[in-house]
């Protein structure tokens, strides 16, 4: 494997880029047209939520024994915390981890509705609220709904004057989405059409067959099946672990931060707390196919760790320097991560380079952190200017 010695810089976007690559669909080619972007392009299968942002005082967490920069699932314990959100001052905004990246790989596509949503709410307000954000975002959402159950809601905590958040998840009528809703012929066409299908590891909890279908549709069909480690308490749980790895198998791009990272190695008892090398050997998992895996770990301020390999070697291991933000302009980091796979999402999905996804990655990821929530302007003005290499 060629490497080099010396640091990359973006003229646009603030990342350090590798010269050489081998992954499905990633092209380093310079000068090569983008994909021409049809209507549903990418399908995203999640747990839609309607977030409830609010900047609170430390002391809400101490209350409800909750930890700032982590997501849990809500207990009976919880409960009380969304009556006393509206003590504060408080955003409303269609949110959930996979919704989120699909509104920003939305947003920084041109073409309408070359994304689609599958995700199960209830029939009351709430659900209204969602179907009315995914449409002005140009989303076209197939929800499962549930006349039953109460549409999700998801308590943003935000502290530490933006630097940290603590998500506390009662997913309600989500927990219920039902396999027979991506088999009905309606959404099963949107299946068939789609190029690119996105997840995180919080599904394991709701619906394993829809993944293990989707993932076994991707593989046969030589489609890009990208997933997201979500969350420690997932990665912590034996139950759901064991539907992660089996999903695992099928995941062409993995998505994770370092707290998830070592939550991976933790269960799956390996003796190492080095980032990069839990990132391939998460990379080298078995695969269904013989396509490489890429592994892309994000680590806040720090670079992020992009691991290529396949069983039997590896490609690539790179970092790629994130955008810095001032503190001046940091609102909340809530949608930093789901922002950061939506840009990705996009840059996959017009067939650039691997360089230039994580240049998306970074500008939406930058561009939503000075914002309330996963909240996206009317445009986005993002535009690759390409790299130099420094010694």
């Known amino acids: 494997?060629?490497?080099?010695?010396?640091?990359?810089?973006?003229?646009?976007q603030g990342f350090t880029p590798s010269k050489y690559f081998v992954v499905k669909r990633f092209h380093q080619t310079s000068g090569v047209s983008e994909n021409v972007i049809s209507k549903?392009?990418?399908?995203?299968?999640?747990?839609?939520?309607?977030?409830?942002?609010?900047?609170?005082?430390?002391?809400?967490l101490d209350k409800y024994s909750l930890k700032a920069n982590n997501a849990i699932l809500a207990?009976?314990?919880?409960?009380?915390?969304?009556?006393e959100l509206k003590r504060y001052p408080v955003e409303y905004i269609a949110g959930g981890d996979v919704l989120n990246?699909?509104?920003?790989?939305?947003?920084?596509?041109?073409?309408?509705?070359?994304?689609?949503?599958?995700?199960?709410?209830?029939?009351?307000?709430?659900?209204?609220?969602?179907?009315?954000?995914?449409?002005?975002?140009?989303?076209?959402?197939?929800?499962?709904?549930?006349?039953?159950?109460?549409?999700?809601?998801?308590?943003?905590?935000?502290?530490?004057n933006g630097f940290c958040r603590s998500l506390v998840a009662n997913l309600g009528a989500a927990r219920h989405y039902s396999?027979?809703?991506?088999?009905?012929?309606?959404?099963?066409?949107?299946?068939?059409?789609?190029?690119?299908?996105?997840?995180?590891?919080?599904?394991?909890?709701?619906?394993?067959?829809?993944?293990?279908?989707?993932?076994?549709?991707?593989s046969k069909n030589n489609k890009t099946f990208c997933h997201n480690l979500a969350a420690p308490f997932v990665i912590e749980n034996a139950e759901y672990f064991q539907i992660l790895r089996d999903v695992l198998q099928y995941v062409d791009v993995l998505f994770g931060n370092d707290a998830e990272a070592m939550a991976f190695a933790k269960s799956m008892k390996w003796p190492t707390q080095n980032i990069t090398e839990i990132a391939q050997r998460i990379a080298r998992e078995p695969k269904d196919n013989a396509c490489p895996r890429t592994v892309i770990i994000t680590r806040g301020t720090e670079p992020t760790i992009v691991?290529?390999?396949?069983?039997?070697?590896?490609?690539?291991v790179e970092e790629y320097g994130i955008i810095p933000c001032d503190p001046s302009e940091l609102v909340d980091t809530t949608g930093a991560g789901d922002s950061f796979v939506g840009g990705f999402l996009a840059g996959l999905a017009k067939g650039v380079a691997l360089v230039e996804c994580i240049a998306h990655a970074n500008y939406a990821a930058n561009t939503i952190v000075k914002r309330p929530g996963c909240k996206l302007p009317k445009q986005a003005n993002y535009k690759w200017r390409g790299y130099t290499l420094r010694y």
């Open 307 to 316: 691991v290529i390999a396949s069983r039997s070697r590896i490609w690539s």
């Open 40 to 60: 549903n392009t990418i399908l995203g299968l999640g747990n839609p939520l309607l977030d409830i942002n609010a900047t609170v005082d430390a002391s809400l």
């Open 101 to 160: 990246s699909i509104r920003v790989a939305q947003w920084l596509l041109d073409t309408p509705e070359s994304t689609t949503y599958f995700g199960a709410v209830g029939t009351d307000d709430n659900s209204k609220q969602l179907e009315r954000c995914t449409k002005a975002d140009r989303v076209v959402a197939h929800f499962d709904h549930k006349p039953q159950l109460p549409t999700g809601v998801c308590g943003v905590l935000v502290t530490a």
């Open 1 to 12: 494997m060629h490497k080099f010695v010396g640091k990359w810089r973006s003229l646009a």
């Open 179 to 218: 396999v027979e809703h991506l088999r009905a012929s309606e959404q099963w066409e949107l299946v068939k059409g789609a190029q690119i299908f996105y997840s995180s590891a919080f599904f394991c909890t709701v619906s394993p067959e829809s993944l293990l279908e989707l993932g076994t549709h991707a």
């Open 75 to 83: 207990e009976e314990r919880h409960l009380p915390l969304f009556e």
